[in-house]
């Protein structure tokens, strides 16, 4: 059956962001002339994702406003014979279906993931970290689909990091069945250095059975005192149910300032309307 939901955890304060996140979404704060948010639905759309389940916080109502169709500004566009914009507006507003869910206590990442659980009905489905941007030919949530249509269970996304830097992410520990994919074993949130299992770490891309949801509802706070969705994973990796795969493309971590500077220059880059502009820009650093 194919995976058509997604679950966007997108409740989190954007601490790293202030005083900018105090009005202002993080997830809506631009990557050149587009907010973040909307990089990471384009890359569920052109897998097959059809229904988008926001888990918001209060104070986010400009992400679910910014998907939905304003048929005041459209017709107002075509009237004054901004027929392009028109035309970019109403696209943005017709890229899925977007449900929102409220956390109303931030208890981890786990916890906003099983806040989706009504909206996705028992179905497998994948879920997408806000502040991780990738940009890859194949999009990096179809990689993982392909094999999780291969071998079914659950697949996360890996990335191979510096060993004094697993102190900062899930890391996984597996046999490789070939190169870049992994049948994982164990995971481990946050290991210090010397305890790392492996440097394979997991980022922000998941295709997750549809059974976490209730292994979810009985895993206990973890590090940080939180519900942690590595935990809940552990179970069915437990099981053999998990692969990880190291997905082709580039990654930018949007969740904090250089990270997201850094996604913009290179997106800007890529845009043949922007491209000149910005290479004469960034030649006046030099």
Do not use: W
């Not at 913009?264 to 006046?284: G, N, Q, V, W």
């Amino acid at each position: 059956m194919p995976v058509t939901k997604a679950v966007l955890p997108v409740a989190g304060l954007g601490t790293r962001f202030l005083p900018v996140t105090k009005a202002i979404p993080k997830e809506m704060l631009p990557i050149a002339d587009r907010p973040c948010l909307e990089y990471i639905v384009a890359e569920a759309v052109e897998a097959g994702i059809t229904d988008l389940i926001f888990v918001t916080a209060a104070g986010k109502g400009a992400m679910e406003d910014y998907f939905h169709r304003s048929i005041a500004l459209e017709e107002h566009l075509e009237r004054v014979g901004k027929l392009d914009m028109a035309k970019e507006v109403r696209r943005v507003g017709e890229l899925g279906t977007v449900v929102t869910v409220r956390q109303e206590q931030a208890l981890g990442l786990g916890h906003a993931v099983l806040m989706g659980a009504p909206a996705t009905g028992g179905e497998d489905f994948a879920v997408f970290l806000g502040d991780d941007i990738i940009d890859a030919k194949v999009p990096a949530i179809q990689q993982l689909l392909d094999v999780h249509a291969e071998k079914g269970g659950s697949v996360v996304a890996l990335m191979d990091v510096p060993r004094e830097e697993t102190n900062r992410y899930g890391i996984c520990a597996g046999e490789m069945l070939r190169p870049g994919l992994m049948h994982v074993s164990g995971m481990v949130e946050k290991p210090d250095p010397a305890d790392a299992p492996s440097t394979y770490s997991i980022v922000g891309r998941y295709v997750l059975s549809g059974e976490i949801m209730q292994i979810l509802t009985t895993t206990p706070r973890g590090k940080g005192g939180e519900i942690q969705l590595t935990d809940a994973i552990a179970v069915l990796a437990d099981r053999g149910e998990v692969f990880g795969l190291e997905f082709e493309g580039d990654r930018f971590d949007t969740g904090n300032v250089v990270g997201l500077l850094c996604a913009s220059i290179h997106f800007t880059l890529k845009r043949p309307d922007l491209a000149p502009a910005m290479r004469a820009a960034l030649a006046e650093f030099r």
